[in-house]
């Protein structure tokens, strides 16, 4: 069982920064890769970033790439995204994911959200123009 608990979003103007926060307990948290994905009202929930579990891999969406940046503190069992240069399209409530069991390592499919066994409440980010 792995709980995932996520901060840090909010309101931001257009060209702001913002950096969430996911704090995990549960399994070891060294041992598993951890995604963000975001859902828009009316969309579907799409890939963001993920990180491998030695944090030596990053794999991140086209949409925000050089702007957003995942990382993690194995010893505070947290992982990070930076978001930089916000933009309206942004905006959404943005969740945490465990993949314990370790398929994205395996598939290679680190963006799809099927893969992650388990999930956060998600932090809401909105971004004005």
């Known amino acids: 069982q792995v709980l995932l608990v996520e901060s840090g979003g909010g309101l931001v103007q257009a060209g702001g920064s913002l950096r969430l926060s996911c704090a995990a307990s549960?399994?070891?948290?060294?041992?598993?890769?951890l995604g963000w994905f975001r859902q828009a009202p009316g969309k579907e929930r799409e890939f963001v970033a993920a990180?491998?579990?030695?944090?030596?891999?990053?794999y991140y969406a086209d949409s925000v790439k050089g702007r957003f940046t995942i990382s993690r503190d194995n010893a505070e069992n947290t992982v990070y995204l930076q978001m930089n240069s916000l933009q309206p399209e942004d905006t959404a409530v943005y969740y945490c994911?465990?993949?314990?069991?370790?398929?994205?390592?395996?598939?290679?499919?680190?963006?799809?959200?099927?893969?992650?066994?388990?999930w956060g409440q998600g932090t809401q980010v909105t971004v004005s123009s």
């Open positions: 990180i491998s579990w030695s944090g030596g891999s990053t």
């Open positions: 994911a465990a993949d314990p069991r370790l398929r994205t390592y395996y598939s290679g499919n680190y963006f799809s959200y099927s893969e992650y066994d388990y």
């Open positions: 549960g399994r070891t948290f060294s041992r598993y890769p």
